[in-house]
């Protein structure tokens, strides 16, 4: 079994930053890609940020210069440091794990950006 605990969410002015945090624990082993997704009200789910094992990193258009995603792989921690918070960006984070062709999701962080 694997744990998501993500922390950070919260409301921000439009301008603003946030950081997010996601820790994994339990039967961790080489993790593929950690990443974060966010799914706002009525539109599907969505990938923000990933990183895999080396430090490659790969962003939405959309967040592109403003977020910034990384990774602590000694403590199983991926974090979000956004940046120009918008409206849009207003939505559930969630942190995401793949290992061994295996997807796994945290419980999910509000982030609401105030205009």
């Known amino acids: 079994q694997v744990q998501l605990v993500e922390s950070g969410g919260g409301l921000v002015q439009a301008g603003g930053s946030l950081r997010l945090s996601c820790t994994a624990s339990?039967?961790?082993?080489?993790?593929?890609?950690m990443g974060w997704y966010r799914q706002a009200p009525g539109k599907p789910r969505e990938l923000v940020a990933a990183?895999?094992?080396?430090?490659?990193?790969n962003y939405a258009d959309s967040v592109q210069g403003r977020f910034t995603i990384s990774r602590d792989n000694a403590k199983n921690t991926v974090y979000l440091q956004m940046t120009s918070l918008k409206s849009e960006d207003t939505a559930v984070y969630y942190c995401?794990?793949?290992?061994?062709?295996?997807?796994?999701w945290g419980q999910g962080t509000r982030v609401t950006v105030s205009s």
């Open positions: 995401n794990l793949k290992m061994f062709s295996h997807n796994y």
């Open positions: 990183i895999n094992n080396g430090g490659t990193t």
């Open positions: 339990g039967s961790i082993f080489t993790i593929d890609l």
